[in-house]
């Protein structure tokens, strides 16, 4: 599988069945996709998409519990959020089932910020403002059902340094996450006052 732009030069080029992109295009015009047989005694079937993403226009998806199932590889299921350069953008996957999905951050550039499967946390941080696009796609030929939350790290709730913090987490997958403040050279250490362990 290739694409190239109206000038010739290729924007993506890999197996028919990999997710590529995205890519901003460079110039206005036809751009053409190539798909070719590898093996002359053997026939072989192909199945893919050119979506747009400003072409979906989902609500800003940053703080809400996001569920559903990506049913094809080509990965359909795209959200969005709008970016602040510094934010620092926490992807908390709320399920763990060990299927083979990824999740992509991507960036108004079509610059992709994180990659991680879709039942394992990783956080991007936005170097640019605007649209970014979340692409969940399943590896192989077979659905994927996903659950998570994005969360803008910047934004969390901030705590005094001594001061005594507790909460409940929904399920085992959940995240919270604090800030507090320190200065250079304070000495300092993470007081576990929970002797339980049934959580985190």
Partial sequence: MSVKDPNGNFLANGNDGDDKGPYLAPVSGTYTVTLAGFNASQSGDYHFQVPELDRRRDADCLGDTQTGTDRYAAGRDRLQIHGQPGQVIFYDALKSDNINA???????????????????????????????????????????????????????????????????????????????????????????????????
């Fill in 102 to 200: 990824t999740a992509r951050l991507i960036g108004p550039d079509a610059g992709q910020l994180t990659i991680v499967n879709i039942d394992q946390d990783g956080q991007g941080v936005v170097s640019l403002g605007g649209t970014h696009y979340v692409l969940l796609s399943s590896n192989v030929n077979a659905a994927a059902n996903y659950k998570f939350r994005l969360s803008d790290e910047n934004a969390a709730p901030v705590i005094a340094i001594g001061s005594v913090v507790s909460g409940n987490l929904d399920t085992g997958r959940n995240v919270a996450v604090y800030t507090f403040t320190a200065a250079q050279g304070q000495r300092l250490i993470y007081d576990g006052l929970d002797n339980d362990f049934d959580g985190p």
